[in-house]
């Protein structure tokens, strides 16, 4: 279906949005009237940057307040709609919306609606010009939208039908099955919103929190197909009132958009897409950085050998147990992946630039990601190297398509040499036995949307989002995990966008079976790990039984613990910080599915100091 | 009576903490449990520490999920209870926080939730503890504070009383009213905090958006008022949970925490305070230039004429109608209010440094000001000055309370000395008549704090906060004015603390009875106003009645057009900026008591042009 958004839903100049929805692919757009008001541009001109741009002007909205007035009133309301009409028509749109009436003028008599839409339906006619009635979720006497149809129908004018839009519906918590009884060819416009499941006040929870759909827990996907069982076949159309979006970059928000419009007619049944290819766990974690020494130290003390040297980059394979870390130091400060692909700003410090995801099928995986408007990354960069399928997540981070160790197919690690040490060979009294989590801190205006993408473009199923309390502001942090567990992605949101981006830290949380043996042999290795202050350990001894001198232990060398109601366990610590980038080590036992929330705020304000 | 607040009110370590709230005043804290868990102060340093500070710790917080449960899960509660119990002894509080169990074990029996509880007490007894028991909004079975009472009073223990929150209290819409039936000796603590009123779920509301009594919608001061009834004579403590305080600057949070409590004794009858001093409109209005030619041209086309300067510092006056500008550009960057008292960091460009206010008795006004907590600065700088009373404001604006022209008071304009032009000549052609409104753009984090300053010190009243639509995020926006309309302040909050404090705008409304002919002598003496779009004219050709050519004017000289429902106009245009600080003009007829906020969308757009 053709697929348009509203300009409202992007930050900027109507020009800049207008160029952000073409850019990002979208076949047409809402004009939202403030919009246009604000901007130099004539409804003419507008109209030829639009076809310019290949974009379509599909609505002009809203107009407000116009039916069940006295007479009087309304006749006011017809002497302005005319002059809305033109500015339709000199758009080059041929709908307007209405919106139900929420002025205390308005009566509640559906038949004067009725009459009156049909007038304003019969000027409407006469530029050429169809009206799309819409029940806002706090109109005063028109709130749902059968009843918004009910007055439509009533009317029986061709120039008149009505405009639905998933918030008002879904918001109220009308059944949208009814839409199938609305003929599909009076279904004039389809709006579409998602939300936060709030319980707030209806208008402020409308103007400020709409996301798109798929971000939010409002069951977008069946209105939609009901629209598409009544016959509807006009454009998917976005509106969406949101506080960051207002704030965030135009472009990537346009392209954060249509993919989530995708992604719903992938949903709804409508439009098929590639399957998912779930990745199946963690291949490798890439750090760049300009002075390798402190985080190879850190590694080494960690348990981690060097094992292998890119054959024609400065990239050090670094492998204990499943876990692969590369450290690339090639040119000061730029990543192996900007190596393969191009540019870039450079980034201080030690940072995580890339993630290999282990992939059943890596062709398939890109080719979804392709559909679903992840940027392709070259597959190689000089002719040397093994072809890798690549995409660049939300946050600049880039997810490489891999296959390691299995015959037949082209395997990444091949672009490696083995060093004296020979590869593959376990270290000596190593601990680490594999990747459990990788947790990235995500730029501020781009959590929903870093959700969506790794959901949509990977499969990975979303938890629940928590809170955590640092000392300076709350960070929001939500997991996404494959379908057998692995790999686990956890997402980070600082708590203002005022944190500096370079200040965005990542971590690297690494497996093994004996939390007290791998604790013991980083410290006995020179690294220190996060000091954990008495009072948590006299509060863990109030609340659990331990063994005896196990606390003590666990104080002794920051070791944090968390249990889960069925009583599974979760022992962790941490390294300091190099760079961006800090490592965890973790145990689970017992099925524990979390992540050590409880602990956060320990945790958090340990690295403060 | 004392006062005291929660940790958990404050950003940043409880070291941290605990210094502002000392610096403030307060005279103890409730050590939040997370606070203390996370830090690396033992108990007793901590006790030490308040000692040090001057501070008591009046209350431990809190224990959950305690009462009402089976017998063995009690048994653990209490094993893990007499560790709290110590902790509270090591910290030199004699009270410990229980909150209504809001856990699925809890069962609904109040004789157990009775006997349980006298139990807990018995044991804190030992420890020389008394349970305050707090009815959480939201717990299983307990969720208001009469039912926590009569638990409370069934159980009849003397170790054992009640907590009231007036969040959790008032939240439900719970009448305050039967606190009056409690006996005083059984609440054992109250916790106060204010809310917005966002009608959405009542955790999630509870957990972020709590403010300081009188910057939110809840009515805290009758529920002190029914709790001193009842005869409670602990101290008013503030348990505040809120995203913007946990990012703020402790210091400023915690001043403006206690102002809140200052304000709340006066309004609830228990602490007078020397009566407001309500100012009746605005003296002057200082900038402080670097370079005064672009701002003095600007004036001089406004119709403004220099007609004095400072006796001792190279200050001007410029005069038109009531309106009356201080340009100091006497040490670059350093403004008039600077060198009255001292230091302060330099300010790029143009700025609005100080407000004179027109206060019928200064002296009275700066002492109500310095009981609220408002910085004083020094009356006068060198011997020659006039001396003037003057505080800062959160935003560092600096107020002077002003008396201009009556007899047998000392005047500010003494300190100025007539120019060639003499002073008070109007300007021959000026159409000014004098100051409308003061804008300032908030610091992020000090909006509340600031709409709570100019009310409670000022004894302004503020009205309601609006949105404002800029093209790159919402601003909001919130006015208060004096007694008789006179003077106008509007504050307002950029869309995120990202947005530089450097860029935060200000500007300066002047009144005028023709705007057409201010705005042509504006513009015939070389300034620019700023152009608003020619379809924003078509749009309000459609929605309101003109006389031929009137709006035909208006688009020529970039007028704006708002009208209200009682037929009031407001009619306004824009200088361009210069520094951080631009000017408006504005004509109001008919009691318009607004600002255009209709009109605001289209301004903000055209400035970002």
Redesign the interface.
Known sequence: MRKSIATVSL???LA?KLTAAARAGFDGVEIF??D????????EEIRARAVDLGLTIDLYQPMRDVEAVPEAEFVRSL??A???FD?TRRLGADTLLVCSNVSPQAVDDDALAAAQLARLADLAQDFGIRIAYEALAWGRHVSTYDHAWRIVEQAGHPALGVCLDSFHILSRGSNPKGIEDIPGEKIFFLQLADAPL????VL?WS??YRCFPGQGGLDVTSLVRHAVNAGYRGPLSLEVFN?VF??ADAGSTAVDALRSLIALEESAGISPLPAPVVPTGVAFAELATADPLPVTTLLTALGFRRTGRHTGKPVDLWEQGDARILVNHGTGTLPYSRLRSSGGTPIDGTSLTAIGLETPDPSAAAHRAESLLAPVLPRRRSSQDVPLDAVAAPDGTELFFCVTGRPGHADWTSDFTATANPRRTPSPDGTVTGFDHVALTQP?HHFDEAVLFHRAVLGLRPHESV?L?D????FRSRALTGAHGAPRLVLNLA????TDTRTRSQHIALTTDDITAAARRTRAAGAELL?I????Y??L???YDFAPGELDTYQELGILYDRDEHGGEFRHCYTATVGRVFFEIVQRTAGYGGYGAANA??R???Q??
Chains 1, 2 share one sequence.
């Open positions: 930050s900027g100049s800049e009237e403030n246009m008001l604000a901007g130099p541009l004539s409804p002497r302005r005319e002059r809305k500015v709030l319980a707030m006040d402020q103007r400020h506080d207002r704030q501020w809170d309390a000392p300076y502001g709350l708590p203002s966008p005022a000091k202050p008495a009072n948590y006299e509060d001894d109030a609340r705020s320990v958090l304000a340990a403060r100091r």
